[in-house]
């Protein structure tokens, strides 16, 4: 039954999406969080949070940055506050998901590109300037959630540049309050497989943890660095 309301849920996002580009921007925020709660509800995915949430919903633009453990954290954010992620290119291929992340203003990124980091980098700095909170997985990869690993620094050169703060928070996945790496979406594990694991459980919980938000007048490795202890120190 919950594989048949996930179904049903994708299709509705896929016509929502297609007057996303004649709607207002807040309005696009509005729908993508409900949509993402709704998600989460099918799944029974419950999100816990711990520490200020109010530090999520301030007036000020900021550089949210998170460890990576699956493809739900995105919309597990979403569905708290509606921000706009720096992905790999290759998620723009993913179906559905793909094109929801297009209609979303997701940032891509071409990994095997250096060049494309600067172009990113410019992108990034311009949604924040425009009093957008971006996100991002300084990992660069996903992990099963047991460690957080090392941090690229590059990306936490758009919060220098753009003078806004960087909230870390940490993500774990949890059954019965038990570590749990049903969530975990790595390796050459097909989205599809991912997506079984987590139907067949009806108790995971995702656990929020935020940190205090760290001021830009640091360098990007000084961010990177103290970003990564604050993230792993929840682990």
């Known amino acids: 039954m919950k594989s048949f309301f996930l179904v049903i849920h994708l299709v509705s996002a896929i016509l929502k999406c297609a007057i996303f580009p004649v709607l207002p921007g807040k309005l696009r925020k509005k729908l993508v969080q409900r949509w993402c709660i709704r998600l989460l509800r099918i799944l029974k995915v ?13 007036a000020q633009p900021y550089l949210l940055v998170a460890n990576h453990i699956s493809w739900l954290d995105i919309h597990v954010i979403n569905s708290i506050r509606p ?4 992905a790999k290119a290759d998620v723009s291929k993913w179906p559905i998901f793909g094109y929801l992340a297009n209609m979303l203003g997701t940032i891509f990124l071409k990994r095997e590109k250096l060049s494309d980091i600067k172009r990113v980098i410019q992108l990034m700095k311009e949604k924040l300037t425009n009093q957008e909170v971006v996100a991002i ?17 590059n990306l936490f050169e758009s919060a220098h540049q753009a003078h806004v703060d960087v909230l870390p928070i940490t993500i774990q996945y949890k059954e019965n309050n038990q570590y749990s790496d049903r969530a975990a979406f790595i390796g050459d594990m097909e989205l599809i497989d991912s997506i079984k694991n987590i139907l067949n459980t009806d108790h995971l919980e995702v656990h929020i943890n935020i940190a205090e938000k760290l001021p830009a007048h640091f360098t990007r490795q000084e961010l990177a660095s103290q970003a990564h202890q604050l993230v792993a120190s929840k682990v």
């Open 46 to 58: 419950k999100v816990v949070i711990h520490g200020d949430p109010t530090t999520l919903f301030g």
């Open 83 to 86: 921000v706009i992620f720096v």
């Open 137 to 153: 997985f300084p990992e660069g990869t996903s992990s099963d959630g047991k460690e957080v690993l090392p941090f690229k620094s």
